[in-house]
Structure formats: C-alpha cells, structure tokens
C-alpha cells in the first residue's frame, strides 16, 4: 500500500501515527511539512480528500492561530496563513490509496490501512 503522512518529529500524536502505520505493515512516505511548507492546491486537496475546511484542519492551540486572529477568518485567510505557517495545519495528515485522514484521534487513520 502507497501511503504518504505529512509529519512533524516533534509531535507525540505525529511519531504515535508513523509508528502505527509501520506497525500495520506499512511504510509511508513522510513529508516533514514544517520543511517543506505547504501549497495552496496541496491544502485545498488534502482537505477536501480528507472531508475538511481549512478552520477544521488549522491548529487552534498554536500561539499564532490567536495572533493572526483565525477564529474570525474566512477559509481563504486561513488557507493563505497556513501556506505562509506551515506550523498551523494540525498534524499528521495520512494519504493511502484508501483515503485521507486527520490522524485525529490516531484511530481514524484505521478507515484507511
């Protein structure tokens, strides 16, 4: 199975996933996205796929999702924010041939193994 898991090293949500999907036999592709960055299509796909708005995938607690005012944003301010602050897309995002999901709770990402 293709899989592909958009990965911050430093979330204990992120490395729990990437090891559960190693576990089920699977060897993902990670993206370090906070590298890489994101682009506005990438967004728009990867939120559509997985059945998401972009408020429904921007992370709230993030310092900066207060700064920039998000709660009171359109989808397109929140997608243009998180293309320049990779940091406030919420973590990890997992693509199988299967499906996408916001491996939130871990669980969910066992609709698509």
């Not at 979330?11 to 729990?16: E, H």
């Not at 041939?97 to 669980?107: F, H, S, V, Y």
Request: hydrophobic share 40%.
């Amino acid at each position: 199975m293709d899989a592909t898991i958009y990965h911050n090293p430093r979330c204990s949500t992120s490395r729990k996933t990437l090891d559960k999907l190693r576990a089920a036999g699977v060897e993902p592709t990670v993206v370090k996205y906070l590298d890489t960055g994101w682009t506005r299509e990438q967004l728009q796909r990867l939120f559509a796929d997985a059945g998401l708005t972009p408020g429904q995938a921007a992370r709230k607690r993030e310092a900066l999702y207060k700064e920039l005012n998000l709660a009171e944003a359109t989808d397109d301010e929140i997608l243009d924010a998180m293309v320049t602050h990779p940091v406030l897309v919420e973590r990890p995002i997992v693509v199988t041939d299967k499906g996408t999901r916001l491996a939130r709770p871990i669980e969910s990402v066992d609709e698509i193994l």
